[in-house]
């Protein structure tokens, strides 16, 4: 029996990869596996090559199928080369966006693969496999590349599948209770940005919902923490949609989280209502902005109206129930750098849960491939092929805004520091000038050439505060204070920041109040128990504040209110993990 490998190398551990599930799964159900032992191997970009190179060794594989994306080509490349020397006799295959244009090309340079399987692979690996069995010839197979005794040959695309002809590809729970478990709705993307390979193809198919519903309730039935729908647009069929989000409200189990990249500004109204009514984490949303600038949006073809956008996120956002991660793309067409700096102002005032600053990838295939060099725009010649300069937008720029990208992940999209940079952003001019007068300072003091503990920071922050912003005494006071506060809102330290006022004196008051049972009971109704004062304290965390929190962030400036917070733990917010708080003031 032939052993076949399909193998996926993922950014992380807790990624899955929909490819290789599907292939193996929709292979198996043609009854064109059997005579085959197909086995998965997953592995991360963040392992050792070698430790891959060994698994698979030791797989005995007689083929080995990669799943190769921008990020994962070149450890493929590493461990593919170096797995045909120590198995001569393995065939090799590639497959996946990154391996799918200019194949011809591509696998001339590559002597250790057989061949690479363009587009979509079901079909494609389907009969692969019925070509190892003696069945039909390399030539008889579309969608593939591969090598000949007298150089490269191509055969015809293959043809698409109706999606509902795939099985679903997850037949156990063991294996996915940590991860991020991939599914899909639908194929294409009825929009033509020109930056996505997803515009290449025309029209967009579904899956039957009937089968989408089942599929879903195994999920359910097994309690993954989060399904994320791979779907382009995944509100494009509006009736589809809905009647998707209606089935997850319906069937909410309590635990699994979806999570879905939509068109925001072609939500309905019937959609956002039934949105508002949804269990606070039971939906997650991500919306590509990638620009503000009419004349940017209309270079790459896309179509988006910012200002419903920006309505329909702002809506989500009053109704607190779910998180939104909003993107935006540096390094396209007529934007310079204050342009950026505009949509990044523009998209920043809507508050999202995160903010994705990205960078323009040309990809092969796509249309801004293809318009690349008319545009002067340069780019790695390598994967992940990301932008090094346009006539808008010069290198020396792009490093800068790279400098704000590392701020914005740690001091925004870290949610770690809510409150104290929210309180600083009313002593500058622009959240922008901001991040980028932070990514400075982290520059030129080296900051940036090491990794940092979450606490160092905070203290780098506090640094940077004191030396190159103009706060009172009493300011900077309260800007400690909330410092303090975002760390425990986060985090039960056991050992306190050496940032943070010295709480000796409060010890005795919060001693006598976690033995006050009656209003300890009123403080904290849910998931303690019958544990005593000792076990409470060490559970949750009380703190001292001067300030009134929400006000003082709010207004930018101390506004006095003296109080004590008790932190919450065993009930965090669904969206952000933050603890639970309490105050009692203190007359």
Known sequence: ????????????????????????????????????????????????????????????????????????????QAVASELKKVLPEVSIWYGGPEVSYDSQRQLMDWPWVTGIMRGEGEETFAKLLEYYKGMRELSQIDGITYHTESGVESTKNQAPLELSQIPFPYTRKEGLEHKIIYYESSRGCPYFCSYCLSSIERGVRFRKLELVKKELRQFLDWRVPQVKFVDRTFNCNQQHALAIWNYIKEQDNGITNFHFEISADQLTEEQMALL????????????????????????????????????????????????????????????????????????????????????????????????????????????????????????????????????????????????????????????????????????????????????????ILLEYVKEQMELSKEETDAFLTLMVYDVYERENMKKRPAFAADETVWKNTFRQLYQDEEQMRQLLPVGYGHYDSKQLSRMTHMEHVWIDIEATVQSGRPVEKEQILLFDYQNRSPLNGNARIVSKTLD
């Open 1 to 76: 029996m032939k052993r076949v490998v399909l193998a996926a190398v993922n950014a992380k551990y807790i990624h899955s990869n929909l490819a290789v599930f599907d292939l193996k799964a929709y292979a198996e159900a043609s009854g064109r596996a059997d005579g085959f032992e197909l086995v998965i191997g997953e592995y991360t970009i963040n392992q050792n090559p070698d430790r891959i190179l060994a698994d698979l060794y030791e797989k005995r594989p007689d083929v080995v199928a990669f799943s190769c994306y921008i990020w994962n080509i070149s450890i493929i």
């Open 276 to 459: 508002e009514t949804l269990r606070p984490g039971l939906v997650q949303l991500e919306i590509g902005v990638q620009s503000t600038n009419e004349q940017t949006i209309e270079a790459i073809s896309r179509k988006m109206d910012f200002s419903v956008l920006a309505d329909r996120v702002m809506r989500i956002r009053k109704a607190g129930n779910i998180h939104q991660h909003l993107d935006l793309i540096a390094g396209l067409p007529y934007e310079d750098y204050e342009s950026f700096r505009r949509s990044f102002q523009d998209v920043y005032n809507l508050h999202p849960d995160q903010l994705q600053l990205g960078f323009l990838k040309v990809l092969k295939g796509s249309a801004m491939w293809e318009k690349s060099k008319t545009y002067g725009i340069s780019y790695h010649g390598q994967a992940p092929y990301e932008v090094l300069a346009t006539p808008w937008l010069p290198y020396s720029d792009l490093l800068k805004l790279k400098q704000v990208e590392e701020m914005v992940e740690v001091y925004y999209n870290s949610g770690q520091f809510d409150n104290s940079v929210q309180y600083l952003l009313h002593y500058v001019e622009h959240p922008f000038d901001f991040y980028q007068s932070l990514g400075t300072f982290y520059h030129e003091k080296a900051y940036d050439q090491v990794n940092h503990t979450r606490i160092r920071r905070y203290e």
